[in-house]
């Protein structure tokens, strides 16, 4: 093998293969509040030390999808540095809070390969689970990504595409989250009344605002998590694609989507596992992400009497506001969702 690598491709990978990632990484307040500054988050037990402590943490806990992103890219340069586009997720829970000064490392096991008709790419589907410095586990998920091939005529590694959970029991939900004071939770200062009993199941929420994504800030944003794909950095390379130019981190959408549903979710304050995941479309520079949510169903969790669980679709949109909660045509998406995120998040009893 050489001293440099040019990642690997669809007919490099093996079902069972097992990858050890590269680079852990230590965790820092700075990093807390770059993410802070390029997507706004303002859930009140990720903001505040005091918040935090007051409801039963030992300090505010990193956001959740920080740590998925976080771990995310530490899989990028073994799994999709030649990736067309990241498809979806689906098993994913939220195992152990993650604080400022935690050292977080990956593995991957590849479980399914599919090569595409067009034979020049394949679909590789991976179980990563994330730890800290202790080895215990923080995430655990399964993504499935479209993977260029090196050499078109090179046979098919694998024909095996996994079966997947649609929907995680609640039943292993909370594993993350301390027992919480609800007597302290300070329902105006975390920014809405709202709780667990206040939701309704086929309820709608249109979160309002919208944001529009800037060149720069998502490139920072996708380097923050080390994640070295491609397809985000190298115009010179990008401009003679598919596109013509950079395709934005689908995380940035998930990131922006889960910021803007603050409003009118200010109280679903973790992400406690995610369902299952669409990137609908890709996303460029200059267009605006608006966002809106529908309670899919209600849990209480064993042995809780603090919090409970709404399971949430959150629809991200490009150039699109959502009062009109838009999502499907018939069996066609509409053209403006990009994103279509099934998740459970927890909220005060």
């Known amino acids: 093998m050489g001293k440099t690598s040019p990642g690997r491709y669809f007919e490099d990978f093996r079902i069972g293969q097992v990858i ?8 820092t307040v700075g990093d807390v509040a770059l993410y802070t500054g390029l997507f706004g988050g303002r859930f009140a037990v990720q903001s505040s030390d005091e918040f935090a402590k007051a409801i039963g943490f030992p300090r505010a806990p990193l956001d959740d999808f920080l ?12 799994v999709s540095l030649n990736a067309v586009a990241n498809l979806g997720y689906a098993g994913c829970y939220f195992r ?22 067009s034979r020049k790419t394949g679909i590789v589907y991976v179980r990563t689970t994330g730890t800290n410095q202790d080895g215990a586990p923080v995430l655990e998920y399964v993504r499935w990504v479209m993977v260029r091939k090196g050499n078109e ?13 649609t929907v995680l029991d609640p039943k292993v939900l909370g594993e993350a989250c301390p027992p919480i004071d609800v007597v302290d939770y300070d329902f105006a200062l975390a920014g809405g009344p ?4 206040d ?23 996708t380097r923050l998590y080390q994640n070295t794909a491609r397809i985000h950095f190298n115009q010179y390379a990008e401009g003679k694609g598919r596109f013509g130019r950079r395709l934005i981190y689908g995380g940035h959408v998930i990131s922006l989507a889960r910021a803007l549903s603050f409003n009118g979710l200010a109280n679903a304050f973790h992400v406690a596992a995610i369902n299952g995941g669409r990137h609908v ?13 529908e309670v899919l169903a209600k849990a209480e969790l064993p042995g809780r009497s603090d919090v409970a669980a709404l399971r949430l679709r959150t629809v991200a949109t490009k150039d699109h506001p959502c009062s009109d909660f838009p999502y499907k045509n018939g069996e066609e998406n509409h053209p403006a969702v990009i994103l279509d995120l099934d998740y459970w998040a927890l909220v005060p009893r």
């Open 20 to 27: 050890r990632h590269a680079t852990p990484r230590t965790v």
């Open 67 to 78: 740590v998925f992103h976080i771990i995310f890219g530490k899989t990028v340069p073994d």
């Open 96 to 117: 152990k809070a993650v604080y400022p000064g935690d050292t977080l490392s990956a593995l991957s096991e590849v479980i399914g390969l599919k090569e595409n008709s």
């Open 153 to 165: 005529a090179a046979p098919p590694p694998g024909d095996h595409v996994p079966r997947l959970p």
């Open 194 to 197: 709202g709780r667990f009993g």
């Open 199 to 221: 939701y309704e199941v086929g309820e709608k929420i249109d979160h309002v605002d919208g944001v529009t994504v800037e060149e720069a800030e998502h490139m920072i944003a």
């Open 281 to 293: 479309a890709p996303l460029f520079a200059g267009s605006t992400v608006f966002a809106w949510s």
